[in-house]
């Protein structure tokens, strides 16, 4: 029995055989647009036609950034892609991934054709590009002579820095003969030593650029020694150039403003680096000063004259210290001695006698405080305030004497 398939394999089947095929996973198909929608989406729906037959086309939003043009019925295109199936009516079309105009798309082809070639050889790699020198003195362009490309190079580089050296070679940069013009320019230049080297124009159709896409003047600007900036076209303008240079630039002035650098800002810049010097300069200043000042200080209070001073200034406050405490002392002696005189006075005789008391002394001298140290007719002498006594003892009677507060007799 023969195998039934259902009608989504069989599109399924089909899609697949379509992917697999490599010619339409990258083909590109002339005509003329027709039903031409543009979706809310951003997705365009449209067909394209010739006088043999109509091909479904649509292009996804996400790749509207492959077309250049808008769009519109009867316009002739080519339009690059691939071809699948759609599988819920299954029916196959052209998912478009880029679209040009007509007279466009055999030069757009033979531009993505060189342009892979190039890649592979290692052309466009980045371990090839050299850097643009920061402050170029002397700068070489190659560009038509009476175009707006060297007059927007001279009005940027004479407003940036006025100093900067402008070797113009006249090339053609378009139309026969502007291959070797543009060639020879960057051969001539390379050789004169000039620091940077601008190749560019401006912008216009891929006809008017096609110079800057052919192969001897990528291999031109990949062999010169001297650091090549590319300034082909406009923003939306690429070129074979640009991909080889060691810089791509979308117009000659912006490679102007990157070729040239601002003398102002260069100025200003010497002048804050000038102000950071002389602060620090300032600074290294103060701080030797203060060096010098320190050293010189511990030089005079290590000169034998400083130690001196020193040495006399200390017996000064010693002598002033011992003068000080000489008077203290003395001063303490004279208040204990005082203290000693006044209680000698206290134990003086004589000062006794002047307060109508009398010293009794026996013969030889002894003092006689008890009765029972003298004799009835031994002779006793009584000394007073104002001379002595001479007597001799009659009689002896004894006394009781109370030692409390006052006399007591019996």
């Not at 029916?91 to 679209?99: D, F, M, N, P, V």
């Not at 052309?123 to 090839?128: G, K, N, S, T, V």
């Not at 000659?252 to 650098?261: D, Q, R």
């Amino acid at each position: 029995m023969n195998s039934i398939y259902s009608v989504g394999q069989v599109n399924a089947y089909i899609k697949n055989m379509f992917n697999q095929d490599f010619m339409l996973n990258r083909i590109y198909v002339k005509g003329e647009v027709s039903n031409c929608k543009y979706h809310t989406s951003g997705h365009i729906y449209f067909s394209l036609k010739d006088e043999t037959g109509t091909i479904a086309c649509v292009m996804f939003a996400g790749q509207r950034k492959g077309l250049a043009f808008p769009m519109k019925n009867g316009d002739r295109v080519v339009a690059g892609g691939s071809i699948s199936v759609y599988e819920r009516d299954g029916k196959y079309q052209l998912y478009a991934r880029e679209i040009t105009l007509e007279g466009a798309g055999l030069l757009y082809e033979r531009f993505l054709a060189l342009k892979k070639e190039l890649e592979e050889m290692g052309m466009f790699a980045q371990e090839y590009k050299q850097p643009i020198p920061k402050y170029a003195g002397k700068i070489g362009v190659v560009t038509a002579p009476t175009g707006a490309a060297i007059q927007d190079i001279r009005n940027i580089a004479g407003r940036r820095n006025p100093y900067v050296q402008l070797i113009l070679y006249p090339a053609l940069v378009q139309g026969e003969g502007a291959v070797q013009s543009i060639v020879k320019g960057i051969q001539t230049l390379d050789r004169l030593g000039v620091d940077v080297i601008i190749v560019g124009r401006g912008g216009g159709s891929i006809e008017d650029l096609w110079a800057f896409n052919e192969e001897a003047v990528a291999r031109a600007i990949f062999q010169c020694q001297t650091p090549v900036i590319s300034a082909v076209g406009h923003e939306t303008d690429t070129t074979i150039a640009d991909y080889v240079a060691d810089l791509r630039v979308p117009t000659p002035s912006g490679a102007a403003e990157l070729a040239v650098a601002d003398i102002r800002t260069f100025f200003d810049t010497l002048g804050n680096y000038r102000q950071k010097m002389d602060r620090a300069m300032e600074n290294r200043l103060l701080i030797l000063r203060q060096n010098l000042k320190y050293y010189q200080t511990r030089l005079e209070h290590g000169s034998p004259s400083y130690r001196i001073q020193e040495m006399r200034t200390h017996l000064m406050d010693c002598e002033g210290k011992l003068e000080n405490a000489m008077r203290n002392q003395i001063y303490l002696a004279r208040q204990r001695l005082n203290i000693y005189i006044e209680r000698m006075k206290g134990l003086s005789p004589l000062d006794k006698l002047n307060q109508g008391f009398s010293y009794v002394e026996d013969g030889q001298g002894h003092g006689v405080t008890s009765i029972s140290q003298a004799e009835i007719g031994d002779r006793l002498l009584i000394r007073v305030t104002d001379g002595t006594l001479e007597t001799e003892v009659k009689s002896k009677k004894r006394e009781e004497r109370n030692t409390g507060n006052g006399p007591d007799r019996k």
